[in-house]
């Protein structure tokens, strides 16, 4: 119950593709969803984040699609650039104690110039 | 710069050793993590303080032992290094408050046990 699955593993895209990842959970106590981005020998960084209360969220070519009834959200990169090659993770918490993030298993993403 | 720093960034070491993390933030957060990163990329929470209060705990060996001198410090000890215990250690931290659930890492710490 407490697990994200995400997928693909890996994702190889042409520049100006749309590049898209997808994560499941089963708790629907998780309010909170955010994506992180992470390059190679760094740290993970808040790319996006979505609560349930919306279906949608975007931030520059980057969206957040989220189907509360599937229990399933995904990152939709548009215009995929070599620079957004990078490993992506979703997460769930639960907004209230420990907000513990369970985060995703990774998507490798590489964009071909 | 306000961030999220880890020191050492690097650590190599004998298999048997002891050695010692340190994290520290300046952003004023309430909150810190340590997550594990393994070898496949695999993110898991091991710890969580808030104001220097212990507040996650997780199937994590007792050879690892959180302290947090203060709500903007938190050090990770590791006792008898073993070789499974390579990975890359990441601090996080996360400030107070309903609806704030954003959590800001550090930049890592490696540790290649041999």
């Known amino acids: 119950q407490q697990q994200v699955k995400q997928s693909p593993q890996s994702l190889i895209v042409q520049k100006g593709g749309i590049s898209i990842i997808n994560c499941a959970y089963e708790?629907?106590?998780?309010?909170?969803f955010p994506w992180y981005q992470q390059f190679p020998g760094k740290g993970p960084a808040l790319l996006i984040a979505i609560r349930p209360d919306v279906s949608e969220k975007k931030e520059g070519r980057f969206t957040i699609s989220f189907n509360k009834s599937a229990k399933q959200f995904s990152l939709h990169i548009m215009d995929s650039q070599p620079g957004d090659s990078a490993t992506y993770f979703c997460a769930a918490s639960i907004g209230s104690g420990t907000y513990k993030y369970i985060f995703g298993t990774g998507t490798r993403l590489k964009v071909l110039a | 710069d306000t961030a999220v720093s880890q020191t050492p960034k690097y650590l190599v070491t004998q298999m048997g050793n002891d050695k010692s993390i340190k994290c520290e933030q300046n952003?004023?957060?309430?909150?810190m993590y340590w997550y594990k990163q393994d070898s496949k990329k695999f993110l898991k929470i091991m710890f969580s303080?808030?104001?220097?209060?212990?507040?996650i705990n997780e199937t994590v060996p007792n050879r690892f032992s959180p302290k947090s001198p203060d709500k903007a410090h938190l050090n990770l000890h590791i006792n008898s290094l073993e070789l499974g215990d390579s990975a890359v250690y990441f601090c996080?931290?996360?400030?107070?408050?309903?609806?704030?659930?954003?959590?800001?890492f550090g930049p890592g710490t490696r540790l290649l046990v041999l």
């Open positions: 303080y808030n104001n220097k209060e212990l507040i």
């Open positions: 996080a931290s996360r400030p107070s408050g309903t609806g704030e659930e954003t959590q800001y």
């Open positions: 708790n629907t106590a998780f309010d909170y």
């Open positions: 952003l004023g957060h309430d909150t």
